[in-house]
């Protein structure tokens, strides 16, 4: 199995840049794709940015030109780079992956970590 653990959230004012990290854990024999995902008090899990094994990546369009997802493939986690936050970039933002392990190809999450954009 795969656990993530998600790092470099908290309270960030307007236009500031935090990282976020996300460490995997575990066995498996392939990971095929990376993402983070956010989720705001009564909305749905929304896409923020994925990244393939291929160094593919996809972003949603309200993060384009200001969010960058990376990953390490020696050492593992994937990174989001947050540029020029705004205040509707708050929420629980959330480490996916899709990996392929001795139980078959399955999605794991991170427990998420709070960004909150106030100044």
Known sequence: QVQLVESGGGLVQPGGSPRLSCAASGSWFRITA?????????????????????ESTNYADSVKGRFTISRDNAKNPVYLQMNSLKPEDTAVYYCNTRAFTSSGMGDYWGQ???VTVSS
Request: proline share 4%; charged share 20%.
């Open 34 to 54: 990376m993402g983070w995902y956010r989720q705001t008090p009564g909305k749905k899990r929304e896409l923020v940015a994925t990244i393939t094994s291929g």
């Open 112 to 114: 998420g970590t709070q």
